[in-house]
């Protein structure tokens, strides 16, 4: 079978969710097998409505994996306000609880891209990118970059991710490493060190 790019079909958002969970290890932070999925949702939910560009792999009706960019001076996808609501929700309730856990990452994050950006200009963000993790068919990820860099090609792009991440997938598609902090998140019942990373390219390079 060929891998076939083609326009995200909604049905397929529970399976999307499941590429999140599976390709972004958020196994590491949360056990139970609800709240997993709760925020598997809502994971899904944020990061595609701050997309541009929704660039999905099919092969016939199969869903092999997503791609979403954030380019700059596009128009974003416009959420429904079941999900603008869910988010919300999940927020509030990652501050109850969480609240030192997700600041340190998303703070370590934003000092990674103000150092970045003293010596770069971005064009775009891949915010998510993730195969299925069951498919047997070699070079999804590959594919989605490659439908990318068609798309916009000479246009500087970063992303984030950190070791829990197949980083090395980047790296070996000409992404380069341009800040890694080591940051701990405490999620109360375990501690968990990760190395938050941010790496850049110029498509078609």
């Known amino acids: 079978m060929e891998i076939q790019i083609k326009k995200l079909r909604k ?27 709760l925020y598997g949702r809502y994971f899904w939910y944020l990061e595609l409505t701050r997309a541009t560009q929704v660039i999905a792999a099919y092969a016939e009706d199969e869903l092999l994996g997503i791609l979403l960019a954030d380019m700059r001076d596009e128009k974003k996808k416009s959420p429904s306000f079941w999900q603008t609501l869910y988010v919300k929700i999940v927020e509030f309730f990652q501050r109850l609880f969480y609240k030192e856990s997700v600041g340190i990452y998303d703070e370590t994050n934003k000092m990674m891209f103000q150092q970045y950006s003293k010596e770069n200009t971005a064009d775009g963000e891949i915010i998510f990118l993730a ?12 594919k989605l970059l490659s439908e990318l860099e068609a798309r916009n090609s000479e246009k500087k792009v970063f992303l984030y991710t950190d070791n829990a991440c ?5 790296e070996h598609r000409g992404f380069e490493r341009a800040c890694e902090e080591k940051i701990v998140l405490d999620l109360g019942n375990k501690k968990v060190p990760l190395t938050c ?5 110029v498509l078609g390079s």
């Open 197 to 201: 990373l941010l790496y850049s390219k």
């Open 166 to 170: 197949s980083y090395q997938f980047y």
């Open 131 to 142: 195969a299925n993790p069951k498919s047997k068919m070699k070079g999804i990820g590959s």
């Open 11 to 37: 049905k397929d958002t529970h399976q999307a969710i499941q590429f999140a969970i599976i390709g972004m290890h958020f196994d590491w932070y949360l056990e139970n097998k609800f709240l997993l999925n």
